[in-house]
């Protein structure tokens, strides 16, 4: 079975309202990590919370991590257009990140 | 300080042939990962390499597939005899040597995506 399933799979919203998507995980980790992936492109590292944190921010950027529930959560705030992309987490609990499907976000001006 | 650095970008192959990528980890890594990402999916690991050593090979197809990491230059992932299936992004990762590899970022580089005709 797959760790990381992202969630919602597709998220549509418009510039200046806030995003959030969520992750879920299967075994305990030793961190989490947020990637962005524009269409076609690489990955671009957004932000790493590691097992003992809960919140972690980054510019406009919000994560949070509870590991009771094995969650995740990224929050982008006033969106732009140019965050149009799909957005992974990627659990580690060894040397593998385990990544899900992604969410794909679309911001419409 | 230029970071990871994945060639080629883009590679065609027929079916039976032999497909080689590269990967030149960021300066100062000696850890490196590889990924497939098949399309609509998320990543998936393959392998991890320190230099001159497999560490976990475990997401690795038994067959056809191997992976190098030399003491000088790329590492090499290399699939032999290519079929359809194979057509997908291949994505490398580097992190520092100096702490777990648990705790480190990962960095990514651009991928190469590979077509099997």
């Known amino acids: 079975s797959q760790q990381g399933e992202e969630d919602p799979q597709a998220l549509s919203i418009q510039e200046g309202e806030n995003a959030t998507m969520n992750c879920s995980y299967k075994?305990?980790?030793?961190?989490l990590q947020w990637y962005r992936q524009n269409s076609g492109r690489g990955l671009v590292h957004l932000i790493l919370i590691r097992s003992n944190e809960r919140e972690k921010h980054s510019g406009r950027l919000r994560v949070t991590l509870d590991t009771s529930k094995k969650s995740s959560s990224l929050l982008i705030t006033a969106s732009r257009a140019a965050d149009t992309a799909s957005y992974f987490c990627?659990?580690?609990?060894?040397?593998?990140?385990?990544f899900g499907k992604g969410t794909s976000l679309l911001v419409t001006p | 300080n230029a970071g990871v650095m994945q060639n080629p970008r883009h590679l065609v192959r027929r079916r039976g042939q032999e497909a080689r990528l590269r990967c030149s980890p960021m300066k100062g890594h000696s850890h490196v990962y590889w990924y497939r990402q098949l399309p609509e999916e998320g990543l998936k690991f393959m392998v991890y390499l320190q230099k001159e050593n497999i560490i976990d090979e475990s997401g690795m197809p038994k067959e056809r597939f191997s992976a190098e990491f030399p003491k000088e230059g790329p590492s090499i992932l290399r699939i032999q005899q290519v079929v359809r299936g194979d057509s997908a992004a291949y994505f490398c990762?580097?992190?520092?040597?100096?702490?777990?590899?648990?705790?480190?970022?990962?960095?990514f580089g651009p991928g190469t995506r590979l077509t099997v005709l």
């Open positions: 075994t305990s980790i030793n961190n």
């Open positions: 990627a659990s580690n609990s060894g040397y593998a990140l385990n």
């Open positions: 990762a580097s992190s520092p040597l100096d702490t777990l590899p648990s705790y480190n970022e990962q960095f």
